[in-house]
C-alpha cells in the first residue's frame, strides 16, 4: 500500500520568514495529494491540494508543487504568520471516487516566532 | 467548505461501556465516510471506511466486532466503541467524502475509565 513520509517533525520559523515542508510518497499510482492544517484540539482542514496532471498550484501565501519523477510533493508557506502556527499533514491518494481512501503522513509541528 | 458535525465531542465512559459516536454531513450528501484515530502528537490512523448502505471496510488490525459502524443515510455514520476499555481512550475523527476532498468533524474525545 501506500506509505507517505514526512520530515522533519518540527520546524521553527522567524515571522515572515518561508517555511517548505516535503513528503514523499511510495506508490506511483497515487494522483491527489492534498494538505491540512490542524490546530491544536481542532479538526483537520484542507488548505490546498493538488493533482498529478500539474506540478505547482497555488492560493495567496501557500504554494503546493509536486515532482511525480521523483515522487514527492511539498507545501511552501510564504510571509509566514503566528496564525499559520500548527500541525500540516500531507496525504496522497488514488482518485478512484468516493471510497479514495487518504494516506496521511505523520504531520509536523510549524511554530512561527513573532 | 462543506460542514461535517460529529458529536459528542468528548466523553468519559465507564470501562465495559458502549460508546455511541454520530456523524453528519450537514450542507452535502457523503456516500463514503472515514472513520479515524488519532493518538496525541500523532497521525491520523485510519480505521474504516463506512458507505451509505453497506457493510463498513475496517483497515488490517482493526477489530469490527469492537467498533461498530452503521451509516444509514447519505448524511450520517454512526461509530460505536463496544465493551469500552481504558485502551480504547482516543481521539476519533470522521471524515465525509465530497468527492475527492474529505471534510472533516471536530473529534471526539473519548476518555475510558
Known amino acids: 500500500g501506500e506509505n507517505v513520509e514526512q520530515h522533519p517533525s518540527t520546524l521553527s520559523v522567524q515571522e515572515g520568514d518561508s517555511a517548505v515542508i516535503k513528503c514523499t510518497y511510495s506508490?506511483?499510482?497515487?494522483?491527489?495529494f492534498p494538505w491540512y492544517k490542524q490546530e491544536l484540539g481542532k479538526r483537520p482542514q484542507l488548505i490546498i491540494d493538488?493533482?498529478?496532471?500539474?506540478g505547482e498550484k497555488k492560493d495567496q501565501r501557500i504554494a503546493v508543487t509536486l515532482n511525480k519523477t521523483a515522487k514527492h510533493f511539498s507545501l511552501h508557506i510564504t510571509e509566514t504568520q503566528p496564525e499559520d502556527s500548527a500541525v500540516y499533514f500531507c496525504a496522497a491518494s488514488i482518485e478512484t471516487g468516493a471510497n479514495s481512501k487518504l494516506t496521511f503522513g505523520k504531520g509536523i509541528t510549524l511554530s512561527v516566532r513573532p | 467548505g462543506a460542514v461535517v458535525s460529529q458529536h459528542p465531542s468528548w466523553v468519559i465512559c465507564k470501562s465495559g461501556t458502549s460508546v455511541k459516536i454520530e456523524c453528519r454531513s450537514l450542507d452535502f450528501q457523503a456516500t463514503t465516510m472515514f472513520w479515524y484515530r488519532q493518538f496525541p502528537k500523532q497521525s491520523l490512523m485510519l480505521m474504516a471506511t463506512?458507505?451509505?448502505?453497506?457493510?463498513?471496510?475496517?483497515e488490517q488490525g482493526v477489530e469490527k466486532d469492537k467498533f461498530l459502524i452503521n451509516h444509514a443515510s447519505l448524511t450520517l455514520s454512526t461509530l460505536t466503541v463496544t465493551s469500552a476499555h481504558p485502551e480504547d481512550s482516543s481521539f476519533y475523527i470522521c471524515?465525509?467524502?465530497?468527492?475527492?476532498?474529505?471534510?472533516f468533524g471536530a473529534g471526539t474525545r473519548l476518555s475510558v475509565l
Open positions: 493538488i493533482r498529478s496532471n500539474v
Open positions: 506508490d506511483s499510482a497515487s494522483n491527489y
Open positions: 471524515s465525509a467524502t465530497d468527492d475527492p476532498i474529505q471534510y
Open positions: 463506512s458507505n451509505e448502505g453497506s457493510k463498513a471496510t475496517y
